[in-house]
Nanobody, 123 residues
Framework: VQLQASGGGLVQAGGSLRLSCAAS????????LGWFRQAPGKEREFVAA????????YYLDLVKGRFTISRDNAKNTLYLQMNALKPEDTAVYYC?????????????????WGQGTQVTVSS
């Protein structure tokens, strides 16, 4: 399984970005996928996850109402729409895949990782 993340950049506080993660090499109906982030000097943090089959979603409380995770079955692509961005959202964002329909928030339980994409929110 290969994951290719893109869409990061520099945005002012209050702005929006949409991250994409192109997935290949697997039958993703049996996977769950997620987004994590890591700020300098901090541990990798769960942001959002989705069951590819059911579409059930889970979010970090800090991003609920601002971020939306979704997937496009036809394109095998995962998205993270980020609105009302705050400086504290600044981090490298990673997409990840787990070969299970059961969604988890634990990074250690994801099997595959994409390269990160930098999101910087200026105040």
């Amino acid at each position: 399984v290969q994951l290719q993340a893109s869409g990061g950049g520099l945005v002012q506080a209050g702005g929006s970005l949409r991250l994409s993660c192109a997935a290949s090499g697997g039958t993703f109906s049996s996977y769950s996928l997620g987004w994590f982030r890591q700020a300098p000097g901090k541990e990798r943090e769960f942001v959002a996850a989705i069951s590819w089959y059911s579409g059930s979603t889970y979010y970090l409380d800090l991003v609920k109402g601002r971020f939306t995770i979704s997937r496009d079955n036809a394109k095998n692509t995962l998205y993270l729409q980020m609105n009302a961005l705050k400086p504290e959202d600044t981090a490298v964002y990673y997409c990840a895949a787990r070969h299970s329909v059961v969604v988890t928030t634990k990074a250690s339980q994801f099997d595959y990782w994409g390269q990160g994409t930098q999101v910087t929110v200026s105040s």
